[in-house]
Structures are given as C-alpha cells and as structure tokens.
C-alpha cells in the first residue's frame, strides 16, 4: 500500500477548454462577439455616429445590438444546459 | 407641503419598510450559522437574482453612471461588456464555487481556498485582502448615502446625522435577520431601483426633450464629442476599454460579498440561470443613465460635480413626490451593497478570524451573537471613515475591485482542475507581488500605457504564480482528488449527485 505521500498526483483534463461540441460552439461564438464589442473593431471601425440605427448613434446601436446577441449565447448555453 | 418634506418623508418609508422587512425574517431565523449566514443554503432563482444585481449595484453606480455618461459619454456604454462577462463568469466559477461549497460545508472563500491549498496562512491572508478592500467600499456607501439624504432634505438634515440614521437601519435589519433580512430587503431594493432609474430617465427625457429619440439628436447636434470615443476628455482609450472589462468583470466577483451568494443557492441550475439571465437587468440599467447623463450635459452642461447630475435634474425638473420615489431608489441601491458587505465581512471575521483562532469549540448560538457584534463593530469603524476622510483611505477605495481582483488566479486553481496544480506558496507569492504591482501603477505611477493598474497587477500576479508553482510543494494528492475530483465528477460526470 503506497503512503500518503508517494501517491501521484491526480490529473485531470484541461476545465477550462470545453468538451462537447456544443460548448465549443458556444464559447466561440460568445469570445467571437466579444471581440466586435472590444478594440480595435469599437475604437475604429465603429467609433462614429452615422449611420443611425433604429433613431440611435451607430456606435450606441452597434453595442446595444451585440450585448442582446451575448445575451441570447448565454440564455442558450444554459437552456442547452452545457 | 414643501418639497424637500415630501421627498424625504417617502425615504423614511422605505426605510420603515426595510425595518418591517428585517423583523419578518427575524420569525423565520434559525439561531445557527448555515441559516444566519447562508440563508441555509435554499436561495431560490428569484431571490438569488434580485440580491445579485442589487448586491452589484451601489450607489455610485445608480448616480455614478449618468456622472460618467455626462463627463465622458458614451463610452461608458462598455458596461455591456462586462457585465456579459459577469454572467459568463456566475455560470461558470460560480457554479463550481457552489458545488466545494455544498459537499465540503464551505462558508467563506477562505474555508475554500485554506481547505485546497493547506494552508491557514492563506486562510488569514485571503480574509483579511477580503475584508481590508471592501470595507473601504463601505465607505463609499455610507458616504453615497449621506448624500443622498442631505440632498433629498435640502441641506435640512445634515450629513453626518444621515450617514448615522441609515447606517443603523441598515444594521439593525441585518443583526435582527441576518441574510434572510438581507436578501428580502435586496429583493425590494433590486426592484425599487430598476424602476425608479427608469421612471426618471424617461420623464425626464420627455420632459426636456421630447423623448429618447430626440434626446440622441439633439447630443449629436450639440454635443457630437459624447457620442463617440475617446469622449471629450481622452478616457476611453482601447487600453482603458480593455481592461476596465477585465477589473470590473473579476474584481466584482472574486469580492466575498458575490462569492458568499454562490454559496446560498438551491441549486447549480439556480446559478447558471442567473449567470445567464442577471446581464439582461444589468446592461438595461445603463440604458436609462447614458439618458440622464447625456441629457444632463445639454441641460446643465457645467455640472461641478457630474455624479448629482440625477438628484439636481430630478429636483429642477419633476414634482417633489417622484423626486422622494427615485432617490429612494438611490437609497436603496447604497443600502443593498452597503448590508451585503457588512454581511459579507461580518461572516469572514466570525468564520475565518473568531471561530478559528479565538473560541473554535462554542455553540452556534454564540457565533451568531459575535457576528452581530462584529457587524456592529464594521458599521461604527465605516461612519468614522465617513466623517474623517483620511487621504490614503480615498485611494484604497479606488483600489478596492482591483485588490480583491488578485484573489483570482488561486480561486481559479481550486475551481478549474489542470493538469497544473498551483501551490500555497505560489498564491501567496503572486497575491503579494500583485498588490506591490497594484499600487505601483494604481497609485504611484497610474494606469502605465493607458491600461488600469489592476491589470497590470494581474498579470504579475498570475506570472509570478505558475513560476513559484511550478517550484514548489502542491497540495496531498488525497486533497486535489478530493476537490478536483469532486469538479470533475460534478461538471463532466454525475452532476448534483457527485456531491451526496
């Protein structure tokens, strides 16, 4: 019998990588909004007012529209229960 | 009747019905610490949800808001992104913190923590970063609070007996109900303050403007600056935008008071619905403060101190009964953070300091009167540091999210199995390095290449981490297959059945 102290180390696979094929779809979706809502897309290419959408600013409108398509990620990943 | 009368007479209200709200929970009270404490670990999706939002919104974040919308427009508007990132962040760490928190009877982030590194060193030091970086948060609260009556009153009721009057609510309901009494009152205020912001923004937006619609075009003729990045003063830089995303994402949930929630569910599935669905309340909050602020810089374009952007237009602009409606609401939003960290630490002094170090064999009953003490205690030193603000104390508030940030990288080697085991002495070597880096470029020589210093200090911290783990003693491996085994079993094996 080994003491306590010889046993190995348990190892485990990588928790911060996902393991289905559908988390995967989830976490780069989500990583790819991400990336439409941080710079250089927000500072440069969407940093301007026109055109207006929905009676809005562009860069106001641009945000608004991708934090409601984070949400739904979201809503979906745990509806998908992954 | 005059105005300042009506408005704050309707705060009093609310702060009766706080009162009220304390006592009922008191009746439901079971005189042990998982109950006191924890709620008995039976937060329900609705309950959980309110004392969330309302946990993570304070004052300075209902007046703060518009403050920054005026001054630096709609750059604030990068809010949605982190907070989306706090949900990412609740479904995923919060989670697992419920699940160690459940099988392993963990109240405090430091039994977590202490119990995966075997070490009551980290213990102390995770406790006392805890408490010594939020309990200066409960002086921007106090401070917010004071405020707010002084001016709902019209100067009538002077600040320091304001601070004093509220602070004793607030810890009366707390030591009565514990955090039963906490969470009904966050239920109230998280609802309070959501449609208090809201009736405002748009009365006030129609008033003046005609409406959201109008109110955009009327900034973009006037005040196009607003509209775009940086803002008038250069703030929102990519750097700035980056990484206020990675402070204000972490450091609001690694602080105890978010952590001792996960604690509290019913469920993981409880959690991970709120992970999914709490940036919806969050993100619409900014909705009607980027409509008070840039409204307030056409308005009252030369505002010395943007933060009251709110309260002034509402006095100027609205009858005195609403005025008394939303700033309760503001009341409310300081008051929700304010009793969740007094909890927050009341737990972690009990738990991580008394219980383990002074009086470790007494009854339940015992612990639950020292933690009412020690909340007493909190709530005297957080009116002091009201009255007599001292330099230093200004600038560890602004440290607060940044200095609890350094906390994440040991939580997330206990909550996300590798095949990399960070050690003791590894945490402890990067939480120290990364508070040294924090004040380096938080303080000393702030936000070097236009990214925050909690950044900076992060990324330190987390160097220094894996290269002292990667030389010293990992925990037993009967410890890491006891934790690690149970996330694995729990995320990827049985689920909820892996914790029995």
Same mark, same amino acid.
């Given at each position: 019998m080994k003491l306590p102290s010889e046993k190995k180390i348990p190892q485990y696979h990588?928790?911060?990588?996902?393991?289905?094929r559908q988390g995967w779809i989830g976490l780069i979706l989500f990583l790819f909004l991400m990336i439409l809502a941080e710079p250089p897309i927000v500072t440069s290419w #969407?940093?301007? &007012?026109?055109?207006?959408i929905f009676g809005v600013p562009f860069l106001y409108g641009y945000l608004t529209i991708i934090y409601c398509f984070l949400i739904a990620v979201l809503i979906w990943i745990s509806w998908r229960k992954l | 009747m005059e105005p300042w009368v009506v408005a704050t007479s309707l705060i009093f209200a609310y702060l009766i019905f706080t009162l009220i709200l304390g006592l009922i929970a008191n009746r439901k009270l079971a005189i042990d610490m998982e109950d006191f404490?924890?709620?008995?670990?039976? #937060?329900g999706f609705v309950v959980l949800y309110l004392t969330l939002v309302s946990t993570y919104f304070s004052a300075f974040a209902f007046l703060g808001s518009s403050g920054f919308f005026y001054t630096h427009?709609?750059?604030?508007? #990068? #809010?949605g992104t982190w907070t989306a990132m706090t949900g990412v962040t609740t479904y995923t760490l919060g989670s697992r913190i419920w699940a160690l928190g459940k099988r392993f009877?963990? &109240? @405090?982030p430091a039994d977590m923590l202490a119990d995966f590194y075997e070490s009551e060193i980290v213990r102390v030091v995770v406790a006392l970063v805890s408490v010594l970086f939020t309990i200066l948060y409960i002086q921007v609260q106090v401070l917010g609070l004071g405020y707010i009556l002084s001016i709902a009153s019209g100067g009538h009721i002077p600040f320091q007996l304001g601070t004093a009057i509220l602070l004793a609510v607030a810890v009366l309901y707390l030591i009565i109900g514990g955090l039963r009494a906490v969470y009904w009152t966050d239920v109230l205020q998280g609802v309070w303050m959501y449609l208090a912001i809201w009736v405002g923004a748009l009365l006030l937006t129609y008033k003046l403007f005609g409406g959201p619609l109008q109110l955009w075009r009327q900034v973009a003729a006037e005040? $196009?600056?607003?509209?775009?990045?940086?803002g008038p003063q250069g703030f929102f830089t990519p750097g700035m935008w980056f990484s206020m995303g990675v402070v204000l994402t972490f450091g609001v949930v690694i602080q105890p008071q978010m952590m001792i929630r996960y604690y509290t569910a019913a469920s993981a599935r409880t959690i991970k619905w709120l992970g999914a669905t709490i940036p919806i309340y969050s993100i619409t909050l900014y909705i009607p403060a980027a409509l008070i602020g840039l409204g307030g810089a056409l308005t &009252?374009?030369?505002?010395? @101190? $943007?933060?009251r952007i709110f309260p002034v237009l509402l006095f100027r602009y609205t009858p005195p009964w609403l005025t008394g409606i939303v700033l309760a609401g503001a009341v409310s939003a300081a008051m929700s953070t304010l009793d969740s960290i007094l909890h927050a630490n009341m737990t972690v002094l009990t738990r991580d300091i008394y219980q383990r170090? &002074?009086?470790?064999?007494?009854?339940q009953a015992h612990y639950v009167w020292v933690g009412r003490t020690i909340a007493l205690g909190l709530v005297v030193v957080a009116y002091l540091l009201s009255i007599y603000t001292f330099d230093f104390l200004v600038l560890l508030v602004a440290l607060s999210g940044a200095g609890a940030l350094q906390l994440m990288p040991a939580v997330c080697g206990v909550c996300f199995p590798t095949r990399f085991i960070l050690t003791k002495t590894g945490v402890l070597s990067g939480v120290g390095v990364g508070l040294l880096v924090l004040y380096l470029t938080a303080?000393?020589?702030?936000? $070097?290449?236009?990214?925050h210093g909690g950044v900076w200090a992060l990324g330190a911290n987390l160097i220094l981490t894996l290269i002292v783990s990667r030389f010293s003693q990992p925990p037993h491996p009967e410890t890491i297959e006891r934790i690690h085994g149970t996330l694995e079993e729990f995320v990827y094996g049985q689920g909820e059945k892996a914790l029995n």
């Open positions: 990588n928790h911060y990588l996902p393991r289905s #969407a940093n301007r &007012i026109e055109p207006w | 404490l924890l709620y008995g670990r039976q #937060a427009g709609v750059g604030f508007w #990068a #809010a009877g963990y &109240i @405090t005040r $196009p600056d607003l509209l775009t990045l940086p &009252i374009p030369e505002m010395e @101190t $943007p933060d170090y &002074i009086r470790p064999q007494a009854s303080i000393v020589y702030p936000h $070097p290449l236009t990214l």
